[in-house]
């Protein structure tokens, strides 16, 4: 008999249809005896499929002949690292476990070769888009609202698909208003595509990696960064950024504004509020 391009042979084991050596790991197969699970008996088998037909693949909890498909867990929410616990990533999926051996990994999930924890099913996870904090991330005219880099509007008018509110343009609540596109040139300035829509470029300017800081400095969130012993050292290079403080496991010269910060999103701030250049201000009081 076959079950998801596995043959049960009478002992109840599975094998994969054609006889490779090693076939574990050509197919990607896990075969794990779950006798320790709750509410499951000895012939009780698990084992993930990560390669071959689409319709084979993802990960299965078997009991006698029936199977039933395992979906990967739940993850949590997350903007960097630091939201996730010890052994997870944080990525585009949530916090997602590392791992070394399939043991590791929970059910409803495979050990992947990128060293993650993933459902067959799901697609390899990026990291989270990089968010701003401070305005300084977002380049000339921009401002940090809620982690993303906002265009002003105080001086000029903001492009067709953003409207003006409290200061900053904004993505349009009209979908009337929006233009459809099939990649970054097709939209305007300050805006680029995605699901075949143009929306606005709310990224913040990063300098590097992709070009290279002055000896001595180092990259840190995509800004060239000074590393400091005192707030004397910072002073004498930029009376702007003169204060030594961490950041990131390392000492740097920063702003007042880093060493003050109050929040980086909104969720950090109260009620009718938002995290404008690192600090909670009432959204009238946006610039």
């Given at each position: 008999?076959?079950?998801?391009?596995?043959?049960?042979?009478?002992?109840?084991?599975?094998?994969?249809?054609?006889?490779?050596?090693?076939?574990?790991?050509?197919?990607?197969?896990l075969i794990?005896?779950?006798?320790?699970?709750?509410?499951?008996?000895?012939?009780?088998?698990?084992?993930?499929?990560?390669?071959?037909?689409?319709?084979?693949?993802?990960?299965?909890?078997?009991?006698?002949?029936?199977?039933?498909?395992?979906?990967?867990?739940?993850?949590?929410?997350?903007?960097?690292?630091?939201d996730c616990?010890?052994?997870?990533?944080?990525?585009?999926?949530?916090?997602?476990?590392?791992?070394?051996?399939?043991?590791?990994?929970?059910?409803?999930?495979?050990?992947?070769?990128?060293?993650?924890?993933?459902?067959?099913?799901?697609?390899?996870?990026?990291?989270?888009?990089?968010?701003?904090?401070?305005?300084?991330?977002?380049?000339?005219?921009?401002?940090?609202?809620?982690?993303?880099?906002?265009?002003?509007?105080?001086?000029?008018?903001?492009?067709?698909?953003?409207?003006?509110?409290?200061?900053?343009?904004?993505?349009?609540?009209?979908?009337?208003?929006?233009?459809?596109?099939?990649?970054?040139?097709?939209?305007?300035?300050?805006?680029?595509?995605?699901?075949?829509?143009?929306?606005?470029?709310?990224?913040?300017?990063?300098?590097c990696p992709?070009?290279?800081?002055?000896?001595?400095?180092?990259?840190?969130?995509?800004?060239?960064?000074?590393?400091?012993?005192?707030?004397?050292?910072?002073?004498?290079?930029?009376?702007?950024?003169?204060?030594?403080?961490?950041?990131?496991?390392?000492?740097?010269?920063?702003?007042?504004?880093?060493?003050?910060?109050?929040?980086?999103?909104?969720?950090?701030?109260?009620?009718?509020?938002?995290?404008?250049?690192?600090?909670?201000?009432?959204?009238?009081?946006?610039?």
């Open positions: 008999m076959e079950f998801f391009g596995f043959q049960v042979d009478p002992a109840g084991e599975y094998a994969p249809r054609r006889r490779v050596e090693p076939p574990m790991k050509r197919f990607g197969i794990i005896a779950l006798s320790g699970l709750a509410g499951c008996n000895n012939d009780s088998r698990y084992f993930c499929v990560a390669d071959g037909p689409l319709s084979d693949r993802g990960c299965f909890l078997c009991r006698g002949d029936e199977c039933d498909s395992q979906s990967a867990p739940q993850r949590a929410l997350c903007a960097g690292d630091v616990a010890v052994g997870e990533l944080c990525t585009t999926l949530g916090c997602v476990g590392e791992c070394e051996e399939d043991y590791e990994c929970a059910v409803g999930t495979t050990c992947a070769d990128n060293g993650l924890c993933l459902n067959p099913l799901e697609d390899d996870p990026n990291p989270p888009p990089f968010r701003c904090q401070f305005n300084f991330e977002c380049g000339d005219a921009r401002i940090c609202i809620d982690g993303e880099c906002l265009m002003t509007c105080l001086d000029a008018p903001c492009p067709d698909t953003q409207e003006c509110i409290a200061g900053a343009c904004r993505p349009c609540t009209d979908d009337t208003c929006l233009t459809s596109c099939t990649d970054d040139a097709t939209c305007a300035d300050h805006e680029y595509c995605s699901s075949f829509q143009c929306i606005p470029d709310t990224r913040p300017e990063q300098f992709d070009n290279e800081c002055q000896p001595g400095r180092v990259c840190v969130r995509g800004q060239c960064r000074t590393p400091c012993a005192t707030d004397d050292e910072c002073a004498r290079i930029d009376a702007t950024i003169r204060f030594c403080a961490p950041v990131e496991e390392q000492t740097l010269c920063v702003r007042s504004s880093e060493v003050l910060a109050e929040c980086q999103l909104n969720i950090d701030c109260g009620l009718g509020e938002e995290c404008v250049d690192g600090a909670c201000a009432g959204r009238s009081e946006s610039p």
